[in-house]
């Protein structure tokens, strides 16, 4: 019931009094560290990072326009991958910020970051994902998505990090195909 309620919040928020966001812009959402959030060491589990990572994207989608194009053109967002780094854990009630950005994106994958930062400024966790839009199973090209929102900006570098992620990720979906 948590979730969902923290789900009704950042969508209300999103909708009806937090500004507008350019697609480049970093959505920033405040969370607590709620008791169903806890594992046995009594630290923010860490599964829940991910899935309060999909509420940046949410506050993110509605911010930028982008939710009213997804619903328009019944286009389905999906994650393709994601990586985690822990640093410092996020103890029971305490107060943190979600930091959610577009990285860059490249043929059918836009890449984002997510940074759990603590209300002192030190970083818990950071999360990269890749995620597609598909529109009746087919991958929306980046390029059709960012026209379609009006936009017609290059994406920013790819990071090195992402490249070389994104190798590993190719290096592991081969060795799992031999095995």
């Not at 909708?15 to 607590?32: Q, T």
């Not at 991910?50 to 993110?60: E, M, N, Q």
């Not at 029971?92 to 994958?109: A, N, S």
Request: charged fraction near 25%.
């Amino acid at each position: 019931m948590n979730l969902f309620l923290r789900l009704l919040r950042v969508v209300l928020a999103a909708l009806l009094w937090r500004k507008g966001l350019a697609p480049l812009d970093v959505s920033v959402v405040r969370f607590r560290v709620w008791i169903n959030d806890l594992d046995t060491n009594l630290h923010m589990n860490n599964g829940r990072y991910f899935t309060v990572a999909d509420l940046g994207r949410v506050d993110l989608m509605i911010r930028s326009g982008m939710l009213r194009l997804i619903l328009r053109r019944k286009w389905m967002p999906v994650l393709g991958g994601a990586t985690i780094r822990f640093r410092r854990e996020l103890k029971p009630l305490q107060p943190y910020r979600l930091k959610t950005r577009v990285l860059c994106w490249e043929g059918k994958w836009i890449f984002l970051e997510h940074v759990f930062e603590t209300m002192s400024g030190d970083i818990a966790a950071a999360i990269v994902v890749k995620a597609v839009f598909l529109e009746k199973g087919r991958s929306i090209d980046t390029t059709e998505l960012m026209h379609a929102m009006g936009l017609d900006i290059p994406s920013p570098p790819m990071p090195p990090d992402i490249e070389a992620w994104q190798h590993t990720e190719r290096a592991i979906s081969n060795r799992a195909k031999e095995g």
